[in-house]
């Protein structure tokens, strides 16, 4: 799925009212029947709302949502908030088609917000993608203090007013903290930047039927992997495959006192159909490995405790590097040999990442495509500190530019960041993977799938995806406090 800015959504609208032949009006209610399918399949009409509304058509959707509303039956207040002497049209026509049976209140000043108790639910229409500035005071920033302040859940429209659709907002800036967001069509990059988390809740998007035709046409930094997005990069296995065509991956991973790591991604990498997997830890993780990894076969180092040399790496497909593994000088060494010679595809993870940011000519020797998977700090450590989320995705994108590689930066929707500077998002994960050995799965996953000869920017958004939505199984079927890593490995299929 696509994500596109303000703008761009602007210009999706004109043209689906030209090309469909509706009118704004109509579309407006297509929106406003969208987000009712979304409430009627939560709430009955026992439940009350009060809906505030601001003059532009986020209040005018707000308007037609509380007008069909009443029809269904539910117990609905409407406030307009006069922030503004000017509407928009359709706000006009909306405001003139409610009234004909429900009365319309107005704030102009802060004593007319009326008590909002715990058992109404209310819908946030004041400001939608049109926001063309920062709310700091006035009405408007007295109705979402009042919005905010409330012990009743809140619902914004489209997107929670004050925020930004596809810019950072400053800290001092006032913004509904809604518990739910249902947006229009596809997300906005607001939803996808952490320091937005609480001005978005928990999201849905609502198909409003804006043009195909557009929306494929038109050209974009960013996606969002959701469900259809990662079918269309799966791979059906052939009747007549045999564990040769799954590949043979290779792990270095572990040291003394770090040797799960190099068991989860290995795990992993095999519960995600590679057909053989080696793993080359230092000699205190032999039998460790024997044991709990029957599956796998061991190449032994020389070294008791760290990696200190690589294996032939011939027989390999893919290779993953880092999980445990340390940071001694002779793994420098080795890692410098490997960031030379490797021409197979590769993932860098974990120590390998830290090696990286502390000997920086590695980065410059790494083939292309090779995957990165930092979290945040990691990404830190590798390419510098950033004022915000959207100052960080830049960042992000400059280096996987510069430095040709495919960078999957962790978190809430993890970005996958191509060569060619595309973000993909993920939709699939949730707080229970920020555990010890989540990262280390993640990149057992992406190893297995570049061994069965995936692409390396198919490998990270299909590998991302899979991850996440195996860490949603296990939430599921533990919750999200007492899930571990070894359980988002025990939920992998697909
Ligand atoms: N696109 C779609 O597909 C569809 C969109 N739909 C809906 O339309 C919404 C977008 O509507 P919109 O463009 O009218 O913008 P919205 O945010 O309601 O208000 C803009 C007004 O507010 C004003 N204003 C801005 N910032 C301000 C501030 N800080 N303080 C005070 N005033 C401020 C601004 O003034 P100006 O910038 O012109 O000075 C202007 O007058 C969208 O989110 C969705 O809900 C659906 O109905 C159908 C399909
Ligand atoms: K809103």
């Known amino acids: 799925m696509k994500i596109l800015n303000a703008a761009q959504i602007r210009a999706l609208d004109a043209y689906t009212i030209q090309n469909e032949g509706i009118s704004s009006f109509q579309l407006m209610?297509?929106?406003?029947?969208?987000?009712?399918?979304?409430?009627?399949?939560?709430?009955?009409?026992?439940?009350?709302?009060?809906?505030?509304?601001?003059?532009?058509?986020?209040?005018?959707?707000?308007?037609?949502?509380?007008?069909?509303?009443?029809?269904?039956?539910?117990?609905?207040?409407?406030?307009?908030?006069?922030?503004?002497?000017?509407?928009?049209?359709?706000?006009?026509?909306n405001r003139t088609l409610l009234e004909e049976f429900l009365s319309v209140k107005v704030i102009k000043q802060k004593e007319d917000i009326p008590p909002l108790p715990t058992q109404v639910l209310l819908l946030d229409a004041l400001l939608g993608t049109g926001l063309s500035r920062p709310i700091s005071a006035g009405i408007l920033a007295e109705a979402i203090k009042a919005l905010n302040t409330s012990p009743a859940q809140v619902i914004s429209v489209d997107i929670a007013s004050g925020l930004y659709c596809d810019a950072p907002n400053e800290?001092?800036?006032?913004?509904?903290?809604?518990?739910?967001?249902?947006?229009?069509?596809?997300?906005?990059?607001?939803?996808?930047?952490?320091?937005?988390?609480?001005?978005?809740?928990?999201?849905?998007?609502?198909?409003?039927?804006?043009?195909?035709?557009?929306?494929q046409k038109e050209p974009t930094q960013y996606y969002f992997t959701d469900a259809t997005a990662a079918q269309l990069l799966n791979r059906h296995r052939q009747k007549f495959s045999h564990k040769g065509t799954f590949g043979h991956a290779l792990m270095l991973a572990g040291s003394y006192g770090k040797m799960g790591a190099a068991i989860l991604a290995g795990k992993a990498c095999l519960r995600s159909g590679v057909g053989l997997l080696t793993v080359h830890t230092p000699r205190c993780g032999y039998e460790i490995m024997q044991i709990?990894?029957?599956?796998?076969?061991?190449?032994?180092d020389l070294h008791e405790q760290c990696m200190t040399t690589l294996p032939?790496?011939?027989?390999?497909?893919?290779?993953?590097?880092?999980?445990?593994?340390?940071?001694?000088?002779?793994?420098?060494?080795?890692?410098?040999?490997?960031?030379?010679?490797?021409?197979?595809?590769?993932?860098?993870?974990?120590?390998?990442?830290?090696?990286?940011s502390e000997y920086p000519d590695l980065l410059k020797n790494l083939p292309e495509k090779t995957i990165l998977t930092p979290h945040p700090k990691e990404f830190q450590r590798l390419a510098g500190a950033s004022k915000n989320d959207f100052e960080r995705l830049a960042l992000a994108?400059?280096?996987?530019?510069?430095?040709?590689?495919?960078?999957?930066?962790?978190?809430?929707?993890?970005?996958?960041?191509?060569?060619?500077?595309?973000?993909?998002?993920?939709?699939?994960?949730?707080?229970?993977?920020?555990?010890?050995?989540?990262?280390?799965?993640?990149?057992?996953?992406?190893?297995?799938?570049?061994?069965?000869?995936?692409?390396?920017?198919?490998?990270a958004r299909f590998g991302v995806y899979q991850h996440g939505l195996a860490g949603d199984r296990a939430a599921a079927a533990r919750c999200e406090v007492s899930m571990i890593a070894s359980d988002i490995v025990e939920y992998l299929g697909w």
């Open 29 to 93: 209610e297509r929106a406003a029947r969208a987000l009712i399918r979304w409430i009627c399949e939560r709430y009955d009409n026992r439940q009350k709302f009060i809906v505030f509304c601001g003059k532009g058509n986020n209040g005018g959707d707000g308007l037609a949502i509380a007008r069909i509303l009443s029809q269904k039956g539910y117990s609905v207040e409407v406030f307009v908030v006069e922030y503004s002497e000017t509407a928009s049209v359709d706000f006009q026509k």
């Open 171 to 215: 800290p001092t800036d006032l913004i509904v903290r809604p518990d739910h967001t249902v947006s229009f069509q596809m997300p906005k990059l607001a939803f996808m930047m952490p320091q937005n988390a609480p001005f978005v809740g928990d999201w849905q998007v609502v198909d409003i039927g804006l043009s195909p035709e557009f929306i």
């Open 292 to 300: 709990t990894l029957p599956e796998a076969m061991t190449s032994v």
């Open 397 to 459: 994108r400059d280096f996987a530019q510069s430095h040709q590689l495919v960078l999957c930066l962790k978190g809430a929707h993890s970005a996958v960041i191509l060569p060619d500077g595309m973000v993909h998002f993920n939709a699939t994960g949730n707080a229970g993977m920020a555990t010890g050995g989540s990262g280390d799965v993640l990149t057992g996953i992406l190893t297995s799938l570049l061994a069965q000869g995936f692409l390396p920017e198919d490998a």
């Open 312 to 356: 032939a790496l011939e027989p390999y497909s893919s290779l993953g590097v880092g999980p445990g593994l340390g940071k001694d000088p002779q793994t420098v060494r080795a890692l410098e040999t490997l960031s030379r010679q490797s021409a197979i595809p590769m993932v860098w993870d974990a120590d390998a990442l830290n090696i990286l």
